[in-house]
């Protein structure tokens, strides 16, 4: 399955708060740091299980990285959830509706 890594980065509710917190904006580990209640070598850890499954990118700005959500990655998943989400819509419709 292509997304389990995803759904597999996304299972840690701190993950969760990473992206929270950079679909407001971009930021540094410094930068997240000040928002979410863990060390930095913390939020290294989680960003690094993020990048690896394609959610975040990262850019260097000097002595630092800037994460960012990847867009792409999240609407390719959000597509995947679609699918699926209509699948289930059309199952909970009566029987009658179906055979018509």
Known sequence: MPYEESFSALG????Q??????GTSPASVRELTDQLPVSQ???SQHLKVLR????????PKGTKNI??????????????????WLTALQNL???EAKDA
Do not use: N
């Not at 690896?52 to 850019?59: N, Q, R, W």
């Open 41 to 43: 070598p913390v939020i």
């Open 17 to 22: 708060d990473i992206l929270k917190a950079l």
């Open 52 to 59: 690896d499954a394609g959610l975040v990118s990262s850019t």
């Open 93 to 95: 419709a009566p029987e």
């Open 12 to 15: 840690h509710p701190l993950r």
């Open 67 to 84: 994460y960012r959500l990847d867009p792409e990655a999240l609407q390719q998943l959000r597509a995947y959830l679609d699918q699926h």
